[in-house]
């Protein structure tokens, strides 16, 4: 089986990789998951891979023809850059976070399903990290972990992480749930075999390093769709004190001739720095209704 999650930095997509690869592990299986990171940036388009077999797995490297794949951020489905459905065969299995169902045009059949499992985050553990609730989908998706082996594997990977006993207790608690809110998914259907092939890659040397020349090219990607919350100033109790502006990390905080700032909601990311910052609290959030 091999598995692709696609989520932003900052949602635990790394740890839900982990999750469901140490569950498999508990369950007699041989595991492997990794990760890339790409901008290193919160917010960032990241993926992880997971393969799982009853047998030595000899695949190594990235996962281009996935059984499953599971989709932390729904606008990273409209984002070119990301081709979240890539390599996706006959049969596959696509899990996107959502509580709608969202038209996407697929021209291969899969399964698709749709569960708001940020909402179940934001009851649980009041954060919009997904790890524990992406690994436990992922492990019941398989179809071949327990319960019991996803709630063990979630309470030993947040205590490496250093999570407090409380914050690990509601992490299972959102684990177990998510775990029930899908069912299992046979793969019997895949038209994808393994070809265990050896591929050479090739060392470009120097052409194989782009070269960024043109300064200053970050104002033209477009980070508004990043956003899972949105800050939202609020003028009365504002005192244009500036303190969102310096801090903001995209630089999308202005400020007007009185001093009172205003959000570029093309390019906020939502990462609400700002919202921690003002002294005055006043910036409110809201959850973006694009997909909840
Ligand atoms: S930090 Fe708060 S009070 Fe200061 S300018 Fe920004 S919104 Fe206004
Ligand atoms: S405006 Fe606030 S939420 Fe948006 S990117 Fe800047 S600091 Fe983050």
Redesign the pocket.
């Known amino acids: 089986m091999r598995f692709r999650f696609h989520g932003r930095g900052g949602q635990g997509i790394k740890t839900a990789g982990r999750i469901l690869g140490k569950a498999a592990f508990f369950e007699g299986l041989f595991a492997q998951d990794f990760a890339i990171y790409g901008a290193e940036r919160r917010?960032a388009p990241i993926t992880a891979f997971v393969r799982l077999s009853d047998a030595p797995i000899l695949e190594r490297g990235h996962i281009f023809n996935p059984s499953y794949v599971l989709v932390a951020a729904p606008s990273l489905l409209f984002d070119p850059t990301v081709k979240t459905l890539e390599g996706m065969v006959e049969g596959a299995v696509l899990f996107v976070n959502s509580s709608r169902e969202i038209p996407i045009l697929q021209p291969k059949k899969v399964h698709m399903i749709f569960r708001d499992v940020t909402g179940l985050a934001l009851k649980y553990v009041g954060k919009d990290i997904l790890s524990a609730a992406m690994g436990a989908v992922a492990c019941k998706l398989s179809g071949t972990i327990s319960l019991q082996s996803t709630v063990d594997s979630v309470g030993e990977e947040l205590a490496d992480l250093g999570l407090e006993p409380d914050m690990i207790e509601k992490n299972i608690q959102l684990a177990k749930e998510c775990y029930l809110c899908v069912e299992s998914v046979g793969l019997s259907g895949l038209s994808y075999k393994p070809s265990h092939k050896v591929v050479e890659v090739q060392y470009l040397g120097e052409k194989g390093i782009p070269d960024l020349l043109s300064v200053g090219n970050t104002a033209f990607r477009k980070?508004g769709s990043w956003?899972v919350?949105?800050?939202i100033i609020d003028r009365n109790l504002c005192t244009a004190c500036g303190i969102?502006y310096v801090?903001?990390?995209?630089?999308?905080?202005s400020l007007d001739e009185q001093g009172y700032p205003a959000?570029?909601y093309d390019?906020?990311?939502?990462?609400?720095?700002?919202?921690i910052?003002c002294p005055r609290k006043a910036?409110k959030t809201g959850r973006e209704s694009a997909w909840s």
């Open positions: 917010g980070t956003r919350f949105t800050p969102c801090y903001c990390p995209e630089s999308c905080v959000v570029d390019n906020c990311k939502g990462c609400l720095v700002c919202a910052e910036i």
